[in-house]
């Protein structure tokens, strides 16, 4: 496709160089912003906390991964009273152009990406309205209004701005409800480009635009993908949708348009599924989930074939590393992986750097289970590419186990957004790391009973003989 007319001056532009006859159905691209690094798809986006992919400094991004885009939630950056944000947001920006991307020191090479919430969002008690959706701050549950969205989208100054959408929580909608979560959906599209598009000439800079589907069924928005495809479609970059199976409702006319999915998918055998349906672009939260649990993943795509048979025993998915088998296990986390975790060190160290609370433990573990998930998805590409993708996936379903290994280890301490909190007295996500001092004086005192200080007056002698010193 041709750039979009409000932001030629990006050289935004997504080509497809493999399509499937049909809207749904595995594709092949490249994505290119500006100066970044062009993406080629379908590929993964990492997901951040805080604006950094968990247990990684920026230098180990830059010097050890090939992470090409990163996904942040405002709510990240959202503290005290709603909706005041950061004050590191409101400072100019002279290096980047982008105030947050100085602050978190990201690469240049790297597509940032800026949503309204996390991926998986934590669940809320509030209820969406019609001008803001509940989010989860560093203060707690609160609002944000879709105005405050906006303007700290012209404060962050991404290289793609996801617009909000009205998610509907629960699992099934009345009918009034899933109309209403179209009709929000619409009109939050049109504030956002009445603000970046019609006052663009007064923006630092122009965000690329990509719209929000909600993951309803086609016939629920029609009149919303109608004015996306009628009205809105010279001002869009990109579809953000929320579910793999909403590719099914794009109009053809958007087809050309890149796909991002904001989803958590549980594995490999998902993602694959999300590939079949032709999405170009996914959030990938289990990649940090499973690396705070301690497992190092072992999965390849296409599966190895050789020496394999097709038993009821199938293939792990990874490794749990907390396990003690490891303790003497010298060979690397996964044969022939080039990652910098497996070329330097072997499943012993690791091991024992779980057991001891070590942070290198994990920082290690990230490095290897993105490094298998960019291998995967260029083997990914290339059996699309050779025709092989549907005959490949379905080796890899009938090989693979469906499940990770389950955590028999306490990771790293669980942060808020982690969990979802159920009320009442439930018990604490994280163990006590430091006990009482309630009696801490009576121990001093028993201890001052059994060795006594002595006095200023005391010769050598006395104090020899009182145990508290010794002649050399």
Same mark, same amino acid.
């Given at each position: 496709?041709?750039?979009?007319?409000?932001?030629?001056?990006?050289?935004? /532009?997504?080509?497809?160089?493999?399509?499937?006859?049909?809207?749904?159905?595995?594709? !092949?691209?490249?994505?290119?912003?500006?100066?970044?690094?062009?993406?080629?798809?379908?590929?993964?986006?990492?997901?951040?906390?805080?604006?950094?992919?968990?247990?990684?400094?920026?230098?180990?991004?830059?010097?050890?991964?090939? =992470?090409?885009?990163?996904?942040?939630?405002?709510?990240?950056?959202?503290?005290?009273?709603?909706?005041?944000?950061?004050?590191?947001?409101?400072?100019?920006?002279?290096?980047?152009? %982008?105030?947050?991307?100085?602050?978190?020191?990201?690469?240049?090479?790297?597509?940032?990406?800026?949503?309204?919430?996390?991926?998986?969002?934590?669940?809320?008690?509030?209820?969406?309205?019609?001008?803001?959706?509940?989010?989860?701050?560093?203060?707690?549950?609160?609002?944000?209004?879709?105005?405050?969205?906006?303007?700290?989208?012209?404060?962050?100054?991404?290289?793609?701005?996801?617009?909000?959408?009205?998610? =509907?929580?629960?699992?099934?909608?009345?009918?009034?409800?899933? *109309?209403?979560?179209?009709?929000?959906?619409?009109?939050?599209?049109?504030?956002?480009?009445?603000?970046?598009?019609?006052?663009?000439?007064?923006?630092?800079?122009?965000?690329?635009?990509? /719209?929000?589907?909600?993951?309803? *069924?086609?016939?629920?928005?029609?009149?919303?993908?109608?004015?996306?495809?009628? *009205?809105?479609?010279?001002?869009?970059?990109?579809?953000? =949708?929320?579910?793999?199976?909403?590719?099914?409702?794009?109009?053809?006319?958007?087809?050309?348009?890149?796909?991002?999915?904001?989803?958590?998918?549980?594995?490999?055998?998902?993602?694959?599924?999300?590939?079949?349906?032709?999405?170009? !672009?996914?959030?990938?939260?289990?990649?940090?989930?499973?690396?705070?649990?301690?497992?190092?993943?072992?999965?390849? #795509?296409?599966?190895?074939?050789?020496?394999?048979?097709?038993? /009821?025993?199938? !293939?792990?998915?990874?490794?749990?590393?907390?396990? /003690?088998?490891?303790?003497?296990?010298?060979?690397?986390?996964?044969?022939?992986?080039?990652?910098?975790?497996?070329?330097?060190?072997?499943?012993?160290?690791?091991?024992?750097?779980?057991?001891?609370?070590?942070?290198?433990?994990?920082?290690?573990?990230?490095?290897?289970?993105?490094?298998?998930?960019?291998?995967?998805?260029?083997?990914?590409?290339?059996?699309?590419?050779?025709?092989?993708?549907?005959?490949?996936?379905?080796?890899?379903?009938?090989?693979?186990?469906?499940? #990770?290994?389950?955590?028999?280890?306490?990771?790293?301490?669980?942060?808020?957004?982690?969990?979802? %909190?159920?009320?009442?007295?439930?018990?604490?996500?994280?163990?006590?790391?430091?006990?009482?001092?309630?009696?801490?004086?009576?121990?001093?005192?028993?201890?001052?009973?059994?060795?006594?200080?002595?006095?200023?007056?005391?010769?050598?002698?006395?104090?020899?003989?009182?145990?508290?010193?010794?002649?050399?």
């Amino acid at each position: 496709m041709s750039p979009s007319p409000h932001n030629d001056t990006e050289m935004q /532009a997504f080509k497809l160089t493999y399509c499937h006859p049909i809207s749904q159905g595995p594709r !092949l691209g490249s994505l290119q912003l500006g100066a970044r690094n062009a993406i080629r798809t379908p590929h993964y986006v990492a997901t951040t906390s805080r604006g950094i992919v968990p247990h990684l400094t920026q230098d180990l991004l830059r010097k050890h991964t090939t =992470i090409g885009s990163v996904y942040m939630a405002l709510e990240d950056f959202i503290e005290k009273a709603f909706p005041n944000v950061s004050p590191f947001i409101a400072r100019p920006s002279h290096a980047s152009g %982008s105030s947050v991307r100085d602050f978190v020191a990201l690469q240049d090479e790297s597509l940032l990406i800026l949503g309204p919430r996390r991926v998986p969002p934590a669940a809320s008690s509030l209820s969406n309205s019609n001008s803001a959706i509940p989010i989860l701050s560093s203060v707690g549950f609160g609002h944000l209004e879709v105005e405050g969205y906006n303007e700290a989208v012209r404060d962050f100054c991404p290289d793609i701005a996801v617009t909000i959408a009205d998610i =509907i929580a629960t699992e099934h909608a009345s009918r009034k409800r899933t *109309e209403k979560s179209a009709d929000r959906t619409h009109a939050w599209l049109r504030d956002s480009l009445s603000v970046f598009v019609h006052e663009g000439d007064s923006l630092p800079r122009k965000p690329t635009i990509f /719209a929000s589907i909600p993951p309803l *069924e086609k016939e629920q928005q029609s009149l919303y993908l109608s004015d996306l495809v009628e *009205e809105y479609r010279p001002n869009i970059d990109g579809l953000a =949708i929320y579910s793999p199976s909403s590719t099914n409702v794009i109009p053809e006319p958007l087809n050309d348009l890149p796909r991002l999915c904001l989803s958590n998918p549980s594995g490999p055998h998902e993602i694959l599924e999300a590939v079949a349906a032709g999405v170009d !672009l996914i959030t990938l939260p289990l990649i940090s989930q499973y690396v705070d649990a301690g497992i190092a993943f072992t999965f390849e #795509f296409p599966p190895p074939t050789d020496g394999i048979s097709h038993s /009821a025993t199938k !293939l792990a998915l990874g490794l749990d590393m907390w396990l /003690a088998d490891h303790a003497v296990d010298m060979s690397p986390l996964m044969k022939h992986c080039n990652c910098y975790t497996c070329t330097h060190h072997h499943r012993a160290y690791i091991a024992h750097l779980l057991q001891a609370k070590e942070m290198l433990a994990w920082t290690l573990l990230q490095l290897h289970n993105h490094a298998v998930l960019d291998a995967f998805f260029s083997k990914v590409r290339d059996s699309i590419q050779a025709g092989r993708f549907k005959q490949d996936t379905e080796t890899f379903v009938s090989l693979y186990d469906v499940q #990770f290994p389950e955590q028999t280890g306490q990771g790293p301490r669980v942060r808020g957004y982690q969990t979802k %909190s159920m009320g009442g007295k439930e018990p604490k996500k994280n163990p006590k790391a430091y006990g009482k001092l309630d009696d801490a004086a009576q121990r001093l005192m028993e201890a001052d009973e059994t060795v006594r200080a002595p006095a200023q007056d005391e010769d050598a002698a006395t104090i020899e003989s009182s145990g508290f010193a010794e002649k050399l």
